[in-house]
T-cell receptor, first 115, second 113 residues
Framework: EAGVAQSPRYKIIEKRQSVAFWCNPI?????LYWYQQILGQGPKLLIQ????????DSQLPKDRFSAERLKGVDSTLKIQPAKLEDSAVYLC?????????????FGQGTRLTVV | DAKTTQPPSMDCAEGRAANLPCNHS???????VYWYRQIHSQGPQYIIH???NNETNEMASLIITEDRKSSTLILPHATLRDTAVYYC??????????????FGTGTSLTVIP
């Protein structure tokens, strides 16, 4: 089966500019996650969707970050305006809604550099 | 917040077993232990998971202590391609949010020729 697709793979922007990342999860997966991974750290959950609704955005810096998942399929994560500390890899993951053996499948990530 | 603690780094000789420990002393009864690994510039890759019984698959074995407060991931014959950061994760299941995967800082495993 096709995996989680993310684009772009790399992005370089200047601070105060805006940027958007796109994610297409595995077909049929109701849950979609966005993680931020700063160099040398583990991934940090930013926001979680179930279908097209947000179920957890407690770690999302809402003054500059936004995300949507229209129609409950693909999703976009936006940063506006970007700061230097936003330089990181942004990972998208998806999983089925329920099940004992549920695992999260990750995309390759988008590496953002803010200069 | 991460519910696990792991040593920051470990070395293992090629061909030997790699044993990666993890502490999860606050784990709840219905929370599963998951292991993922991340090779440089790639997304995390699922390895194995378990609740209370030991588990084995084609990649690794997972040993969970009887009190479930710690576990060990075993790579039986480490190869150079196993060099990666290994994350031990507790999967939280919440009635409102569903499944959530919280990562700690992981263990950087280096397999030495």
């Amino acid at each position: 089966e096709a995996g989680v697709a993310q684009s772009p793979r790399y992005k370089i922007i200047e601070k105060r500019q805006s940027v958007a990342f796109w994610c297409n999860p595995i077909s049929g997966h109701a849950t979609l996650y966005w993680y931020q991974q700063i160099l040398g750290q583990g991934p940090k959950l930013l926001i979680q969707f179930q279908n097209n609704g947000v179920v957890d955005d407690s770690q999302l810096p809402k003054d500059r970050f936004s995300a949507e998942r229209l129609k409950g399929v693909d999703s976009t994560l936006k940063i506006q305006p970007a700061k230097l500390e936003d330089s990181a890899v942004y990972l998208c993951a998806s999983s089925p809604l329920r099940g004992m053996n549920t695992e999260a499948f990750f995309g390759q990530g988008t590496r953002l550099t803010v200069v | 917040d991460a519910k696990t603690t792991q040593p920051p780094s470990m070395d293992c000789a090629e061909g030997r077993a790699a044993n990666l420990p993890c502490n999860h002393s606050t784990i709840s009864g219905n929370e599963y232990v998951y292991w993922y690994r991340q090779i440089h510039s790639q997304g995390p890759q699922y390895i194995i998971h378990g609740l209370k019984n030991n588990e084995t698959n084609e990649m690794a074995s997972l040993i969970i202590t009887e009190d479930r407060k710690s576990s060990t991931l075993i790579l039986p014959h480490a190869t150079l391609r196993d060099t990666a950061v290994y994350y031990c994760i507790v999967r939280v299941v919440d009635a409102n949010t569903g499944n959530q995967f919280y990562f700690g800082t992981g263990t950087s495993l280096t397999v030495i020729p």
